[in-house]
T-cell receptor, first 115, second 115 residues
Framework: AQSVTQPDIHITVSEGASLELRCNYS??????LFWYVQSPGQGLQLLLK??????LVQGIKGFEAEFKRSQSSFNLRKPSVHWSDAAEYFC?????????????FGGGTRVLVKP | GAGVSQSPSNKVTEKGKDVELRCDPI?????LYWYRQSLGQGLEFLIY????????KSGLPSDRFSAERTGGSVSTLTIQRTQQEDSAVYLC?????????????FGEGSWLTVV
């Protein structure tokens, strides 16, 4: 069965500093990988996704993520955080080309941004 | 609107009562999902509909939970004889088809509190 671990429940970062959120997955092969963001009172919004090819994926809002097969990781990064990035971030995996599009989500990482 | 619409946004109910949560997916999206987001459990898949196919109910936690989708569009999630552990945010989502990798768009959720 597939699973996703986000080791950091909370992260506090200063505005303008860099941010890295960790995601480790368990899956028999290379899954499809996703990062979603949930702002307070909002639904989840897709930041980026990885299917295959270039292991560095660019997303919206200046985020990027790097797939590392050897580490079963898909960490999310942003070079310079803005106050509006305060939110909860979820990593998710899905079975490639599987019908049903069921995603397995990690527990989430809540990001607090200090002025 | 253009997004996934859910109602009610907040619902407080007494233990033992039945509740219905409604989801209006993005127009033209054939796949519809329900997820539950609760403290300590993260995001859990509940049920998925694709067109006229039989729904995938594999995530429903008990027979008190059911869902239907009428006319391939609006969906209703029903929880009978609510329990306190049912308190959570119920998220509806839709995608243009059922295959993994197609972007899933989430609604803002229905926050259910069972007292």
């Amino acid at each position: 069965a597939q699973s996703v671990t986000q080791p950091d429940i909370h992260i506090t970062v200063s505005e303008g500093a860099s941010l890295e959120l960790r995601c480790n997955y368990s899956y028999g092969a290379t899954p499809y990988l996703f990062w979603y963001v949930q702002s307070p009172g909002q639904g989840l919004q897709l930041l980026l996704k990885y299917f295959s090819g270039d292991t560095l994926v660019q997303g919206i809002k200046g985020f990027e993520a790097e797939f590392k097969r050897s580490q079963s990781s898909f960490n999310l990064r942003k070079p310079s955080v803005h106050w509006s990035d305060a939110a909860e971030y979820f990593c998710a995996v899905g079975a490639p080309k599987a019908a049903g599009n069921k995603l397995t989500f990690g527990g989430g990482t809540r990001v607090l941004v200090k002025p | 609107g253009a997004g996934v619409s859910q109602s009610p946004s907040n619902k407080v109910t007494e233990k033992g009562k039945d509740v219905e949560l409604r989801c209006d997916p993005i127009s033209g999206h054939t796949a519809l999902y329900w997820y539950r987001q609760s403290l300590g459990q993260g995001l859990e898949f509940l049920i998925y509909f694709q067109g006229n196919s039989a729904p995938d109910k594999s995530g429903l936690p008990s027979d008190r939970f059911s869902a239907e989708r009428t006319g391939g569009s609006v969906s209703t999630l029903t929880i009978q004889r609510t329990q306190q552990e049912d308190s959570a945010v119920y998220l509806c989502a839709s995608s243009s088809d059922r295959y993994t990798g197609n972007t899933i768009y989430f609604g803002e959720g229905s926050w259910l509190t069972v007292v």
